[in-house]
């Protein structure tokens, strides 16, 4: 009895031990078959998510943040989706995410006022889905950020209820520090899981 026991318990941490190491490469093949590689192949969606991606020391977005920002209007521009979310922190003062994409998209942009929501809580990936459903009622979106960040986005959002697919924002040449976010990004999958399945926080509702 004890030596099944034992081998009950060494077939389950086994189990865990594989589901722990693969499910970087699930979440990444899953949320890689939603994303779309042409503008042209995007049916219409109500709502563009667009995730912060930190701004500079004079407010304005930083690179990664700008060029999601530019793919978001692309899409607007292109009558693709009605509005657009921008998700950002804005927990220390003089740090405000939100308004920088908000300023981006009106003034360089010339997206309307009206067709953008802000989001002030957007710390992460998973508060930013999570506040997408919950607070604004988003029940459909495309989501924009760079390829390396598209498949855990789409994962998190589809798994909080939102029926999602994604464009990606990626610069062909780069960004400062793009070696370092990709490989967080394994680490981040991880954590994605953790918070779904698991820990399910609710300070961001």
Same mark, same amino acid.
């Given at each position: 009895?004890?030596? =099944?026991?034992?081998?009950? $318990?060494?077939?389950?941490?086994?189990?865990?031990?594989?589901?722990?190491?693969?499910?970087?490469?699930?979440?990444? /093949?899953?949320?890689?078959? /939603?994303?779309?590689?042409?503008?042209?192949?995007?049916? +219409?969606?109500?709502? *563009?998510?667009?995730? #912060?991606?930190?701004?500079?020391?004079?407010?304005?977005?930083?690179?990664?943040?700008?060029?999601?920002?530019? @793919?978001?209007?692309?899409?607007?521009?292109?009558?693709?989706?009605?509005?657009?979310? $921008?998700? #950002?922190?804005?927990?220390?003062?003089? !740090?405000?995410?939100? @308004?920088?994409?908000?300023? !981006?998209?009106?003034?360089?942009?010339?997206?309307?006022?009206?067709?953008?929501?802000?989001?002030? *809580?957007?710390?992460?990936?998973?508060?930013?889905?999570? &506040?997408?459903?919950? $607070?604004?009622?988003?029940?459909? *979106?495309?989501?924009?950020?760079?390829?390396? +960040?598209?498949? &855990? *986005?789409?994962?998190?959002? @589809?798994?909080?209820?939102?029926?999602?697919?994604?464009?990606?924002? @990626?610069?062909?040449?780069? !960004?400062?520090?793009?070696? !370092?976010? =990709?490989?967080?990004?394994?680490?981040?999958?991880?954590?994605? $899981?953790?918070?779904?399945?698991?820990?399910?926080?609710?300070?961001? &509702?």
């Amino acid at each position: 009895m004890k030596k =099944k026991l034992i081998m009950a $318990v060494a077939i389950c941490v086994f189990l865990v031990a594989i589901l722990f190491f693969v499910s970087p490469l699930i979440v990444y /093949q899953w949320g890689k078959n /939603q994303i779309y590689s042409d503008i042209d192949d995007i049916p +219409h969606y109500e709502v *563009a998510i667009v995730f #912060g991606a930190g701004i500079k020391d004079d407010g304005t977005p930083s690179d990664a943040l700008k060029d999601r920002l530019e @793919t978001a209007a692309e899409l607007y521009d292109a009558g693709l989706v009605d509005t657009i979310l $921008v998700s #950002g922190d804005n927990r220390f003062e003089n !740090y405000d995410e939100p @308004t920088a994409m908000y300023e !981006y998209l009106i003034g360089t942009e010339g997206i309307p006022a009206e067709n953008i929501v802000l989001d002030y *809580a957007g710390r992460r990936t998973y508060d930013t889905c999570v &506040r997408a459903g919950e $607070v604004f009622g988003v029940e459909e *979106a495309i989501l924009v950020t760079q390829g390396f +960040h598209l498949p &855990r *986005a789409i994962f998190t959002c @589809t798994a909080l209820g939102i029926d999602s697919a994604g464009y990606s924002a @990626t610069n062909e040449e780069g !960004y400062v520090f793009g070696k !370092y976010y =990709k490989i967080r990004e394994i680490a981040a999958i991880y954590k994605a $899981v953790f918070d779904i399945y698991i820990m399910e926080p609710d300070w961001v &509702r």
